[in-house]
């Protein structure tokens, strides 16, 4: 009995440590991801100042000049065009969602969204090169007296918008199914419509998780690579409409990681932009996160 | 008064009801255009065959080593998530669970964690390999994945086993049970309904994922038979085969867009299924 | 030290915060009786229940000081092997939580970690234990369907049978009944009366007709006070205190 018990404890002791272990891995991992950027970057850093690489628009790695401005521009216009078209969408289907639908349309819409949310990046490549392309190029583009091939800024745009629309519904119906039912029923109490209700309270008690929301498509949308890649014509120059191709920061270190090492200095200027899409992106989920926990605590 | 704000309520129901069948109809649409232009040059060849010469130029063969990479990978990347991942959930939920702030913090951190793109896990894993001087391999893609869906399925667990009710320890405690016997025999069995979907969700996080492995798994016309050759996968190959000027090899993109959706909403028809059928032992409080 | 006491009590405080939940407790609670701890809900009967096997270690909130001594052995003392010390006490609470698997591994599961038996023996006795709590005849032809399946009456039973299986000294129960219909709650209360004896019985309960059927000795909270405790006939027939004498009328009325 003595020896079983001892085995016993040595086996919960076994077990702990690997959880500690595993855990201190995981807490420690973003750490390591950006310390472990910053090193490989360092090369370049020390030769140029920050800003000079950040907001140079020259890009030519053969003369040492690494400018990320085009890129940076680009992943900025085509996130930015993508949650303006993914918001008001997503803001209303939640409410339907959350707030009228009937059951069978819960029953049909939620694996819908399940699924969009689980769909490869890949194939709403093929499928923007599919549909989006030849719909920005063959319907959009002469609405502005334009010949262009399609894949442009816009397309990438669209795709995009696709994309984090499962993504950014998911939080806000999380969010809207927070505000206490009481509410409402007060509000409808008092001889407010449904929409007023809507308006009135849900729209406002909801509104900081409706901005975190926002963020947290905002950083996913900046990630995204393979699917905007394929559509949005990765060409290295300020993109100076909607309808011209863009080269945001993902499909360039997506595009260039086969050569970068015949070049000096190339594979630390990749870096610094995986680096720079790290930065942003961990800005803009902390800044949503925090929001959504100040949320909760005034709940 | 009256009469304008039932008009703005019409209005915006029937905006809201647009909306959300505009979100049915993108799905409805992407798999349809997925199936009708990838069904064409669908065949029993493409699916066990690996590309022959001149495949790449629309001569014979198929995917199977993509296929077969994808699978290896992403079956590879969900083992090795699951040992850290389990062990950390339950740590959070049993061990740490009197420490409300830690696993707070935590969990803060995770979810910041969950919102880095796979390509930036792909840069950094190739930095590291850069150093090391390793060159792209199997086991290289499945440890870069592997970084990538850990956070994604701890908070997926968490969510699972925040569900335990303090009165399951109570009494498994009472029972003489040390930590890990409540973790791994009790609260581990209550949640593996809930633990089947988000395994099965981070498969096919790791199948569909291309960035992560690009730099990482490399790309190979052969059936990797060992970790350290490199791998091909079905996202890559998609990639590649759609930047193809040639329309026969365009065609087999489609093709291989349509086994990848396949098997995605297989995982997705299989998820489901999982977590109804183990539901039965499931003690419901 | 009190002769004949199973678990001491000395100045046991337990505060949440800067809220005070259980005020200087001294407690002897006999070998072999049934004592149960009556009072009105929020007096900190369930929270003096898990201090007695340190459940309370689940809640960092709690701040404990003073002594429980069983068999002279400190149980607030950090340091020692918690398992072996719970493993003395079963404990049986408000709503049954049965482990997630089949019937027959419910009962199996504390003989199986603390020690490996033969398959036969294995069975003999979750059959014995079954039978201790009168769920033998109910489950003994579905022993491997999942444990959910059984009616809250059965669960608590074989939480019961689950909780003698560990062979415990004592048991603790918080309310066991509470969520049960009349006739389960006939069974629990007859099943803690055959114990008796074999075991010291704990019970927590707001039901005072409960606590005069089957106690042997009564302790009465109040705001995380004991107000008075002693034998049962003394306790319902010639209270001594103000506050217990008013409680009782204002039940019985």
Redesign the interface.
Known sequence: ?GV??IS??V??R???S???I??I???L??FL?GT??Y??SANLLSNHSISSLLFSTEWKPISGKFGLWPFILSSLWVTILAVLFAV??CL??S???TQ??KRW?LS??H??????A??????????G???VVPFVADYIAPLFGKTISGYSILAGAIVLA?MI??FM?NILMEIFKTIPEELTEASLALGA????TIKKVILRKAFPGIVSAIG?GL??A?????AVM?VVGNVTRIPYGTLQPGYPL?AL??NN?GEM?SIPLY?SA??L??LV??VI??F???AS?MAI?RLEKNL | MRKTSRIEERFFRVLMFFSTAFIAISLLLIVFSIVYKGLPSLSWEMLTQEPKGGFYFGKEGGILNAILGSFYLAIGATLLAMLIAIPVALFINVHLRKYKKSTNFIRFLLDLMWGVPSIVYGAFAFGVMIYLGVRTSLLAGIITVTLFIIPIMIRSFDEVLKTIPNGLLESTFSLGATLSETSYRVVLRQCIPGFITSILLSFGRAIGDAAAVMFTAGFTDSIPTSLNQPAATLPLSIFFQLSSPIPEVKARAYTSALVLTVIILLISIFARYFSRKYEKNKIRF | MHQGCKIHIENLNLTIGKQSILKDINICIPEGKITVIIGPSGCGKTTLLKTLNRLTDLYPEMKVSGSIVIDDQNVLESGQDITEIRKKMGLLSQRPYPLPMNIFNNVAFGLRISGRLSKRILHKRVQHYLEQANLWEEVKNRLHEPASKLSIGQQQRLCLARGLAVDPEIILADEPTSALDPISSQTIEHKFLELRGKYTIVLVTHFLQQAQRIADNVVFMYLGEVIEQGPSDEFFNNPQQEHTKHYLKGMFN
């Open positions: 009995m079983l018990t016993r404890q086996r919960n076994l077990h702990g690997w959880m500690l595993s855990l891995f995981v807490v991992l973003p991801l472990g950027l090193i490989k008001p969408i209303l289907t409410l339907h969602i009228y639908a349309v049909l819409m694996p819908i969204i399940d699924i969009l689980g769909i490869p990046s890949v194939i709403y490549g093929v499928w090169v599919l549909i696709i629309i499962p519904l419509t449904r929409w007023q947290l950083s996913r900046f990630g995204e690579t393979i394929m993902p270190i997506a990681y090492m594979d990749l870096m932009a995986a899409l790290f992106v961990l803009f989920n902390f996160r926990v």
